[in-house]
T-cell receptor, first 114, second 110 residues
Framework: ETGVTQSPTHLIKTRGQQVTLRCSSQ?????VSWYQQALGQGPQFIFQ???????GRGNFPPRFSGLQFPNYSSELNVNALELDDSALYLC?????????????FGEGSRLTVL | GENVEQHPSTLSVQEGDSAVIKCTYSDSASNYFPWYKQELGKRPQLIIDIRSNVGEKKDQRIAVTLNKTAKHFSLHITETQPEDSAVYFCADMSSYKLIFGSGTRLLVRP
């Protein structure tokens, strides 16, 4: 059990809608990273939060945004949903900024956009 | 830019045989190389990792080798079992993010 929890586990939205995904990091971990995994592909880095600030961002448009809270939990928000946003969204927590340690993944939130 | 290439995309072996998956990376600053196993509908799980100051690491039936000069690293699974069937991802970490390969679907035939 990694201790990283995500919600919701599954959800269905329609194009143009907005979605918020949530993640609780493993106890003691202060860094949260979000990844998008499309079907049949490897996870793609969206962004990372460290001490409530965005620490780095992958090649995703601004309609992908996030937050980290004082308890290190995090949210991923996606506005103006597109069909290609359908994917498994994975949250991973770790200890330290730019850590070269293990990332602990949650079970993910599977988003379907119709 | 940063890129990790992984081969093969699919691999079928007989139970008891060995399986080898290979990855190459492009960022010479990469210093951490984990391997993840992902079963259908599940999260990626770390199975072994290696850091840039080590050339080889072994954990029971699983081993990873790293050649920093050639920017290659490989996963070796010996005495494969049906429960090893899954998708395996290599990754490298540069700065703050993991760059994943495209995955290898391993099938172990009983």
């Amino acid at each position: 059990e990694t201790g990283v929890t995500q919600s919701p586990t599954h959800l269905i939205k329609t194009r143009g809608q907005q979605v918020t995904l949530r993640c609780s990091s493993q106890s003691g971990h202060n860094t949260v990273s979000w990844y998008q995994q499309a079907l049949g592909q490897g996870p793609q880095f969206i962004f990372q939060y460290y001490r409530e600030e965005e620490n780095g961002r992958g090649n995703f448009p601004p309609r992908f945004s996030g937050l980290q809270f004082p308890n290190y939990s995090s949210e991923l928000n996606v506005n103006a949903l597109e069909l290609d946003d359908s994917a498994l969204y994975l949250c991973a927590s770790s200890l330290g900024q730019g850590a070269t340690g293990e990332l602990f993944f949650g079970e993910g939130s599977r988003l379907t956009v119709l | 830019g940063e890129n990790v290439e992984q081969h093969p995309s699919t691999l079928s072996v007989q139970e008891g045989d060995s399986a080898v998956i290979k990855c190459t990376y492009s960022d010479s600053a990469s210093n951490y190389f984990p391997w993840y196993k992902q079963e259908l509908g599940k999260r990626p799980q770390l199975i072994i990792d290696i850091r840039s100051n080590v050339g080889e690491k072994k954990d029971q039936r699983i081993a990873v080798t790293l050649n920093k000069t050639a920017k290659h690293f490989s996963l070796h699974i010996t005495e494969t079992q049906p429960e090893d069937s899954a998708v395996y991802f290599c990754a490298d970490m540069s700065s703050y993010k993991l760059i994943f390969g495209s995955g290898t679907r391993l099938l172990v035939r009983p």
